[in-house]
C-alpha cells in the first residue's frame, strides 16, 4: 500500500468499531434505572452472553490500555470478587427468568488471578442463577507468567473451554521495553497444561507496533506462535495513547515504528500465519480452517462485539465488574471504571451503571453497516438499508469520506455493494467511520 495512503487513513484516533455507537458517545443520562428497565424487558426465549473484569494483575504491562490495577495482596480481589458476586445477583433479581447462557467470556487484567477455591465458587454461583447447558461455552484470558497446573486443573473442572494467552512478542528486547518478561517456555508449558486438562481450544495475543519491533522480530514472534498451533491468533496493533493511559508513559516513543514500519510488520504476520494454513478473519484475526471464527465467516455469521471479532451471534451481552460493557436489545451500559466507585453502588443495592447509550432506528441501520465493513470487508448497502426501512441514496450519496475512499481506490461501489480491496484491509476502519454519523468529520 503506498505510503502517501497510509499516512491519510491510519488514523490512531479512529475507533476500532468493536460496538457502534462508540464509548465516547455514552451518556450518564443512561443510569441505573434504565438498565434494570432493560432487564426486565430482556426477550425471554433469546440466550444471552456474560462478560466478568476482573481488574487486577500482579504486573502492569505498559502497552496495556485496560482499567487494571496491581496487587501484591489476595485481599482486595477476594472484597471485589464478594462485591462481583452481589452485582450477578441483582442482575438474576431484574431479569425475567433465568436467563439462558450461551457464551461467558473472563477478560481482565489477570482473570486467573483468582484462586483456584474463589474460581470455581463464582462459576457454581453462575450456574446457580442463569441456565447453562452442554454447549455453554466458557473462555478465560491467562497471562502465562503465573499460571500453575492447579489452576488449570481448575479450569477444566470448571468448565471452560477455551483459554486466550497474552504472547505480544516472543523478544526479550521488546518484552523489556513494555514491562512484559516471558519466555517461550513459560507459554509453552500453560498451552501443554491447559491441553492436559481438556481445555483444547486455545487463542494467542500477538502485537505489533511495540518499541524496538522490527518486521523480522514479528515474523519470529508469529512462527514460535504458530509452533504451538492454537486454534486462532488476534494480531493487535499497539495504541499509544498516553494522554489517556499514564502508564504507557513508560515507553520510549522514539523506538515506536511509524504507519510504515506497522504496516509492514502487519502484513508480514498475516502472511507468516497464512502460509502456516491460517485462514485471516477481518482486520487483525487469524484461525484454522476448523476454528468457530473460520466457520462463522464462511457461512457468513462473524460478528463483532466489545471483545473484537466473535462467532458469538448473541444480541445480549450482560457485563459484569468494573468498566464492563453491556449490549441489550435497547442499547448500551457500561459500569463504573473505578473499582471503589463500583462498590459503593452495589453495596447500596444499585447497579453501577455509570453512563450508556439507547439506540435508534438509524444506529442499528449504521452499526450493520459497520459490521459487515470490519467482517466481511463489504457490505450491500442497499439492502441492509431496506431491512431497516431507510433509503440507501442518504448513506451512499452524502459521505464524503466514502467518496474519497472511493476515488482513492480503497473501495469499490456496484449496485451500492461496497468492497474494501484485499490489499486494503488494513484500513477498514477507515471504511467503517464513512457510516459514522458521530465521527468528527473533518478532512484527514
Excluded at 481445555?199 to 507496533?209: C, K
Excluded at 474519497?404 to 490489499?423: H, P
Amino acid at each position: 500500500m503506498q505510503t502517501s495512503l497510509l499516512n491519510k487513513y491510519c488514523d490512531s484516533r479512529l475507533p476500532w468499531y468493536t460496538i457502534y455507537p462508540t464509548v465516547p458517545d455514552f451518556s450518564a443520562m443512561v443510569g441505573a434505572n434504565t438498565y434494570g428497565r432493560w432487564l426486565r424487558r430482556l426477550p425471554r426465549d433469546e440466550p444471552v452472553s456474560i462478560y466478568l473484569h476482573v481488574p487486577f494483575c500482579r504486573s502492569i504491562c505498559w502497552y496495556c490500555g485496560f482499567p487494571t490495577s496491581l496487587t501484591h495482596s489476595e485481599r482486595p480481589i477476594r472484597k471485589y470478587l464478594a462485591v462481583l458476586r452481589e452485582e450477578i445477583d441483582l442482575v438474576a433479581a431484574q431479569a425475567p427468568r433465568a436467563l439462558s447462557v450461551s457464551d461467558v467470556h473472563f477478560g481482565g487484567g489477570t482473570p486467573t488471578i483468582i484462586s483456584p477455591a474463589d474460581f470455581l465458587g463464582l462459576m457454581e454461583l453462575l450456574r446457580d442463577r442463569f441456565t447453562f447447558s452442554k454447549s455453554t461455552t466458557v473462555a478465560v484470558e491467562i497471562d502465562p507468567r503465573a499460571f500453575t497446573t492447579e489452576m488449570a486443573e481448575t479450569l477444566g473442572s470448571a468448565g471452560v473451554s477455551r483459554a486466550s494467552i497474552g504472547a505480544q512478542s516472543f523478544d526479550p528486547l521488546v518484552q523489556r521495553a513494555v514491562n512484559r518478561v516471558q519466555s517461550e517456555t513459560q507459554i509453552a508449558l500453560a498451552v501443554e497444561s491447559l491441553r492436559q486438562h481438556g481445555i483444547s481450544r486455545i487463542n494467542f495475543d500477538l502485537l505489533f507496533g511495540l518499541p524496538h519491533q522490527s518486521v523480522q522480530s514479528c515474523v519470529d514472534s508469529a512462527r514460535i506462535a504458530v509452533a504451538m498451533r492454537p486454534d486462532r491468533l488476534a494480531v493487535f496493533g499497539y495504541a499509544h495513547v498516553p494522554s489517556y493511559m499514564k502508564r504507557q508513559r513508560q515507553i520510549d516513543e522514539a523506538a515506536l515504528p511509524d504507519n510504515v514500519a506497522r504496516a509492514e510488520q502487519a502484513a508480514a504476520v498475516a502472511e507468516t500465519l497464512v502460509a502456516a494454513g491460517y485462514r485471516q478473519i477481518g482486520l487483525d484475526h487469524f484461525a484454522l480452517p476448523s476454528d468457530e471464527l473460520a466457520l462463522a465467516q464462511k457461512a457468513g455469521r462473524l460478528c463483532r462485539n466489545s471483545l473484537g471479532y466473535s462467532a458469538d451471534t448473541c444480541q445480549t451481552v450482560i457485563g459484569f465488574g468494573p468498566s464492563a460493557i453491556g449490549r441489550l436489545p435497547d442499547g448500551y451500559v457500561q459500569n463504573e471504571l473505578a473499582t471503589a466507585s463500583y462498590h459503593q453502588h452495589i453495596k447500596a443495592g444499585c447497579f453501577p451503571t455509570s453512563k450508556g447509550y439507547r439506540l435508534t432506528e438509524e444506529d442499528r441501520l449504521r452499526a450493520e453497516i459497520i459490521e459487515r465493513v470490519m467482517c466481511d470487508l463489504q457490505a450491500d448497502v442497499p439492502a441492509i438499508c431496506a431491512n431497516h426501512g431507510f433509503d440507501p441514496v442518504a448513506f451512499l450519496d452524502s459521505a464524503d469520506r466514502l467518496e474519497m475512499l472511493t476515488e482513492d481506490g480503497i473501495v469499490e461501489i456496484e449496485k451500492g455493494i461496497l468492497r474494501v480491496k484485499q490489499e486494503h484491509r488494513f484500513v477498514i476502519r477507515a471504511v467503517a467511520a464513512a457510516f459514522d454519523a458521530y465521527l468528527d468529520r473533518a478532512p484527514y
